[in-house]
């Protein structure tokens, strides 16, 4: 099978967040199970940054923005790592040479309505180029929405995608790329496919509900979220669009990189350790961040790891009361939090941490091994999500054995199993499950996985234990997407006849 991953994040090119580390990672364990990928992305600033080798070819278009508008576009390329998965990358600077991906201190680019919907028409004109055929057209996130929808609408303009059947996955319903309905002709169609059907959503263009209605099948990045955006309460209010696709609305859980986040062989850690030797990993670990970040120096206080965007979703309501109550007690934790994103919610950990020197350390910014060594030091780690469509954290922290402490919301119920005397005895439990949603709750559900950790021990060191043991990586969730794709492309092929 061909397939053509349509991103604006992929590791190591990019990265804001999970999406990257999906990107980057499934289109390379699908091409392990013989199949041929390839990954279209714009070529951002950060991608001349990544240390590979970037290729130029003399593949080159124009999209026709507007009649007076004709931007220009060229084909660089490059390889995910460790693999054959071609990466193209669509260099057009005025749109994507830029600090950010999508935006600065100041809100996102006025222009992304633009950028991206020349992202989505030059992604078509790539592939039209590149050489390949195409049996799956693999869109993630508003960002490439447009393209199941610009497909439609001109189903003759590219051979190559003649029976082609188009996925769309939703990493993130809340991000939607909802735009005036001025917007519109930047999408180079006629107003009259600004309907209901497909771009427009209450008289905007929305780029999401766009790919959502137009799509061949909807996936979201695990089953308990699939779920949940088909209720008013998770669905930001596409939630009528999604219910509308019947059973075309699956969840597969996100898998993790285990080559890079793999605690006995991770070169980002000072001290690399596995299964059988843990709690001398995990102690050197922590000591090591206890020197680099200046909280005092103590084998047995509890480490509490954050790692995240500093943004509503991650429940740092719950997360700053609760740190506030610890130092304001002055009770025996240490907080070891990584962070960018929401200036209040930094100010406010920037704060915590000058209170109490010795018991929290925030370090604001996007530092990716500075990541790997508080998932290795930390003894609990906290994800209070208000919702989570996956979550990758916790998957991490389950490998490098920092026991999660989690809401029970989409991806971090699917993965995390609560500890009580029944998951205890059937030998099933890995996290603790945070169930009044409210400072307080948190509180409770970090005291009673200390509890364990400090009068339970033989308890505690079988849940470390499991929770390493527990097999995350990309292997199953590879395959669930091969047999999506392969029943997406046989519907659309009964329906419309490859050959033809
Ligand atoms: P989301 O995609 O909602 O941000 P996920 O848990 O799915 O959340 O993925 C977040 C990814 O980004 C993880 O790989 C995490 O380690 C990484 N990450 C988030 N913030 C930072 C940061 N400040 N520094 C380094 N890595 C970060």
Partial sequence: MNIVYLTTEAVPFAKTGGLADVCGTLPREVAALGHRCAVIMPAFRSVFRAGMEIESTDISFAIPMSPKKLIGGRLLKSRLPDSNVSVWFIDQPQYFDRESLY???SGDYPDNAERFAFFCRAALAAIARIDMPVDVVHCNDWQSGLVPALIRAAPDANPQLKGAATLMTIH???YQGNFAAGSFPWTGLDWSFFNHESFEFYGQLNFLKTGIATADHVTTVSPRYAMEICTPQHGC???GVLESKGS?????TNGIDTTIWNPATDVKIPVPFDPSNWQLGKAGNKQALQAEFGLESSADVPMIGLVGRLADQKGWDLILPVIETHVREGRPTQWMILGSGDKRIEQDLQRLAAEAPQQVAAHIGFDDALAHRIEAGSDLFVMPSHYEPC??????SLRYGTIPV??????????VVDTNPETLANQTATGFYVYDFSPRGLDQAIGRALHLRYHEKKNWENLVGRAMAADWSWRKSASQYLELYDNAVSLKQGKHGRAG
């Fill in 391 to 396: 979550g990758l954290n916790q998957l991490y």
């Fill in 406 to 415: 989690v809401t029970a919301t989409g991806g971090l119920a699917d993965t």
């Fill in 103 to 105: 935006g600065d201190s």
């Fill in 237 to 239: 209010g596409l939630n």
């Fill in 248 to 252: 075309r609305v699956t969840g597969i």
């Fill in 172 to 174: 993130n319903m809340a």
